[in-house]
């Protein structure tokens, strides 16, 4: 076949996605498919920016090692055949069995089934990298939260063998580079295909395009303008600008001073660690301490003074020795959502089911665990008392006519805990969903007062998590979390309205994210220890930040007396997308030209829409939705661009779960292949088992 006639793909972005997107590329292909494929991206294979293996390997994932796969399934619900391969965990194993094999690596072993071996074995990890990362695998457990590198180094493999599997006549083309812009050729030979421009000058020729750019810049919002204009003429002040840390520069941030840092995620967590481990000190354990340790400082460390929209910690992941329960979640899966007329109020239909299922789960676990806690009430009586409340708040009750749901979602959650409260005597016991929805509702004395009420309540937190499975608390936390999920599903392609989108929604994505999405338990024992030492302090919440003659000045009105002046503030938190903000030249660029729209969502009032962030797609195949309402005949996107309309698209795949990621990534890629085919060899039907794929 002439070159020129092959088919050609390109994918805008070389990290996780598109790893995934080569893989499923090469599962999807014929067997004697000749094709050229562009990838295009100037971060390193599969890592991509925010995974790089050169990073420090004191940052880790908040998520678990047997928790992380890029390989489909058996139970899979892709369109594409399933290929096997090793989570995370696994491969893990396997990487150190093969370099420095023992008793113990080989009952581990053993134990991996055996598609997933054989995937491994079939292709080599890079040499020296057991030797390299000997230690954290010999310590690394199902359970345990990977270094950032680690994950680097698997996704790494990864890429590197989905571009072993493609099929033979496959040329793939790596571009080191970034795209800026991508328009259809009008004239000459390329007529019709996509001329793909990249930020070094050179153009690459595709007949379908997959963007996978993850995270996309956007400009400064007003806030961040004026804090340039006048940083501009102030250059003994420091500010470090939101970002992902392994991207932050903390060399200015100087030892011993007061520094201001927002956000209490896992940005926050990297950043402390940064600023402490990294700079010399150490922990040692401390029988004596809450925490169990103790900070050595080196000298090195400034001291922290954080606050965030809630002004406290996310809380501590949940130590149940092994992966997280699944929770049945029998109130929110029990709805008939997909007959369910769009778009549905998620306030008044979806946050009292997710509400009642947290309740009845927190009763289910105590109720096992301290059964006196219930003066001998049957846990039956209190479903029957939720399921009752619900069905009041539905309007699903005899005699009900409408439901009493409204878009008071913490009124929502009292009626449900007003159900149980009469069957658990001590408050104490009882879950408090308003209070994990509102954590600061009080005025304190003094930031002394307040540091002690965080670090009591970050304290309390430990125990639960240590507790595991037998954490009545974590267990009603963890139903909120995983909800999200669920939820995501029944609102995705606009199912919900903006306006509880934007309220109730927005709120499960927040709450059910300190919940369950927060640093691994040893993390929030080290702050506990930082906060021991003086070197860590709480503002308090929803912290006014402002520049004066001082410096950089912060205020939490909830607590009198915490404004604090510094000369460096850290932004310890990352911008989410969006679209009407972009600072992405190629995305700027195919929404002036049509190509592409923003995701809009239906609103209460007639015919009203409201613009989302992220860009709008085809379903089934992820082809961009131009200014016209018309589906693109070429380009795609995957991801973190379309989460605004998928939702999901920002998790990593966990095995066992069917992932959004996978199921995206396969159906993007049949597409990508039908198109290609068809545009450089028209009329020529597509291979058998990509027929249907503009209509998976």
Not at 132 to 139: C, F, G, N, V
Not at 239 to 258: N, Y
Not at 322 to 344: K, V
């Amino acid at each position: 076949m002439p070159v020129d006639s092959r088919p050609s793909i390109a994918i805008i972005g070389a990290g996780p996605r598109g790893a995934s997107l080569i893989e499923r590329l090469g599962a999807n292909a014929p067997a004697d498919a000749d094709f050229e494929l562009h990838v295009i991206d100037d971060a390193p294979d599969g890592a991509g920016a925010i995974w790089r293996t050169d990073q420090t390997r004191e940052l880790c994932m908040n998520t678990l090692s047997d928790a992380v796969t890029l390989f489909t399934e058996p139970s899979s619900t892709v369109a594409g055949p399933v290929i096997e391969g090793p989570t995370l965990y696994e491969w893990s194993i396997l990487a150190l069995d093969g370099a420095f094999p023992s008793p113990d690596t080989a009952a581990v072993v053993s134990r991996i089934p055996e598609a997933r071996a054989a995937a491994f074995h079939a292709f080599p990890v890079r040499p020296g990298l057991a030797a390299d990362y000997r230690a954290e695998l010999e310590e690394t457990r199902p359970e345990s939260h990977p270094s950032r590198a680690l994950y680097g180094e698997y996704l790494a493999w990864c890429f590197a063998r989905a571009v072993a599997q493609l099929p033979a006549s496959t040329e793939l083309v790596r571009h080191r580079s970034r795209a800026v812009e991508i328009e259809r050729v009008t004239t000459g030979a390329d007529t019709g295909r996509e001329r793909i421009t990249l930020a070094d000058g050179r153009h690459v020729i595709a007949d379908s395009v997959i963007l996978a750019t993850g995270w996309m810049p956007r400009t400064e919002t007003p806030v961040e303008t004026v804090f340039s204009r006048t940083l501009a003429d102030r250059p003994e002040l420091t500010w470090v600008r939101p970002a992902s840390p392994v991207d932050q520069d903390l060399s200015e941030v100087r030892a011993g001073e007061h520094v201001i840092i927002r956000g209490l995620g896992m940005g926050f967590f990297d950043t402390m660690s940064l600023l402490t481990i990294e700079r010399g000190g150490q922990f040692v354990p401390d029988p004596e301490a809450d925490s169990g340790l103790r900070y050595v400082p080196s000298g090195e460390e400034p001291v922290l003074h954080a606050t965030s929209h809630r002004g406290v910690p996310f809380r501590a992941k949940t130590l149940y020795g092994s992966l997280p329960p699944a929770p049945e979640q029998r109130f929110l899966r029990g709805g008939d959502w997909a007959d369910r007329p769009r778009p549905i109020d998620f306030n008044r239909e979806v946050w009292p089911r997710i509400v009642a299922d947290a309740y009845l789960d927190h009763a289910t676990v105590l109720h096992r665990t301290r059964p006196e806690a219930f003066d001998g009430a049957p846990l039956a009586d209190v479903r029957t008392a939720i399921e009752g409340a619900l069905a009041e708040l539905l309007g699903t009750g005899a005699g009900s006519h409408a439901g009493r749901a409204g878009d008071d979602l913490t009124a929502t959650a009292i009626r449900i805990e007003d159900a149980v409260a009469p069957f658990i005597a001590d408050p104490a016991d009882r879950f408090d969903l308003p209070g994990e929805m509102q954590p600061v509702h009080r005025e304190f004395d003094s930031p002394a007062e307040f540091d002690a009420w965080v670090v009591a309540r970050t304290t309390a937190d430990l125990r639960e998590a240590e507790l595991g499975w037998d954490s009545a608390v974590k267990a009603g936390l963890w139903s909120i979390s995983a909800a999200r999920g669920a939820a995501g599903a029944i609102g995705a392609n606009g199912g919900f309205d903006a306006e509880s989108r934007r309220t109730g929604f927005a709120t499960l994505m927040a709450v059910g994210g300190m919940a369950g999405s927060g640093p691994p338990a040893f993390r929030n024992r080290q702050l506990l220890a930082l906060v021991d030492a003086g070197l860590v302090h709480f503002i308090g919440p929803r912290a006014q930040v402002e520049i004066d003659a001082s410096g950089f000045r912060a205020e939490s009105l909830a607590v009198p007396g915490s404004a604090l002046h510094s000369r460096v503030l850290i932004d310890a938190w990352m911008h989410f997308h969006d679209l009407a903000e972009t600072a992405d030249p190629m995305a700027e660029r195919l929404l002036e030209s049509g190509r592409a729209r923003v995701f809009t969502v239906p609103s209460r009032e007639p015919d009203a829409t409201t613009r989302t962030g992220g860009f709008e797609i085809d379903p089934s195949t992820g082809l961009l939705i131009g200014a016209d309402g018309a589906r693109d005949g070429a380009i795609h996107v995957a991801g973190i661009p379309i989460d605004e309309q998928l939702h999901g698209m920002i998790i990593s795949p966990m095995p066992g779960t069917d992932p959004p990621m996978l199921r995206e990534t396969d159906r993007v890629a049949r597409s990508a292949i039908r198109i290609a085919t068809a545009a450089r060899h028209p009329g020529a039907p597509a291979p058998t088992d990509l027929q249907g794929a503009l209509h998976v």
